[in-house]
């Protein structure tokens, strides 16, 4: 479904006419600080490392010293984990003045390491997106399909007839909470060895091969 830059039918948005004031923009696009930088990732990317500088600070989107560039062809994903649960509310995509600028963004919600083999199953919300050179335009987000997100999977599956994508700035809206403290015990509970459940499966190694 194309979204064009018409404002209605939930299409998308210029930051701009949020009628906010610019630190309360910068505010607005925070979840950069709730991304587990070290365990993200970027398939495709053709500089190690390079997808993780386009998740930064709204102020500094215009700073073009950071970008990826898909290396075979014009794709790229990103798996994104948060340090919490996430209701995501928006996105914005902005890149290069030319053909390399992504035209198409697929979202993926709670499919941790995905590749580009998992790209065949059907997202949870796709996007015909506009050039955007400024990091001004929004792409509003089904609130209720994404209102639970503890990773966020970005296929970029194609562009505007480049050989490679160029994406210079990813900002993303919406509401963090942390991680309720009992779940946390929980996991580090069944994460801890105990003994009895080995003398269990010993004595019954059939179990292994029920599947």
């Given amino acids: 479904m194309s979204h064009g830059h018409s404002h209605g039918g939930g299409g998308c948005r210029c930051a701009a006419e949020q009628e906010e004031p610019p630190e309360q923009r910068?505010?607005?696009?925070?979840?950069y600080l709730r991304i587990d930088l070290e365990r993200l990732q970027c398939l495709n990317e053709s500089r190690e490392g390079s997808g993780r500088g386009v998740f930064k600070p709204w102020e500094e989107r215009t700073d073009r010293s950071k970008f990826v560039e898909s290396d075979a062809d014009e794709e790229l994903l990103f798996n994104i984990p948060f340090t919490g649960n996430v209701k995501l509310k928006g996105i914005i995509i902005m890149g290069e003045d030319d053909d390399s600028h992504p035209s198409e963004m697929r979202l993926y919600k709670n499919i941790p390491q995905m590749s580009f083999d998992d790209t065949d199953r059907e997202p949870d919300q796709t996007f015909s997106l506009n050039r955007d050179l400024t990091g001004e335009l929004e792409y509003a987000t089904k609130i209720s399909r994404f209102s639970n997100v503890y990773h966020l999977s970005i296929h970029i599956s194609k562009n505007f007839g480049a050989d490679?994508?160029?994406?210079?700035?990813?900002?993303l809206r919406g509401e963090w909470t942390e991680l309720r403290r009992h779940e946390v015990t929980i996991c580090n509970y069944e994460a801890s060895a105990n003994p009895a459940d080995h003398r269990v499966h010993q004595v019954t190694p059939q179990t292994h091969f029920i599947s």
């Fill in 26 to 31: 910068g505010l607005a696009y925070g979840l």
């Fill in 164 to 171: 490679t994508t160029k994406v210079f700035y990813i900002g």
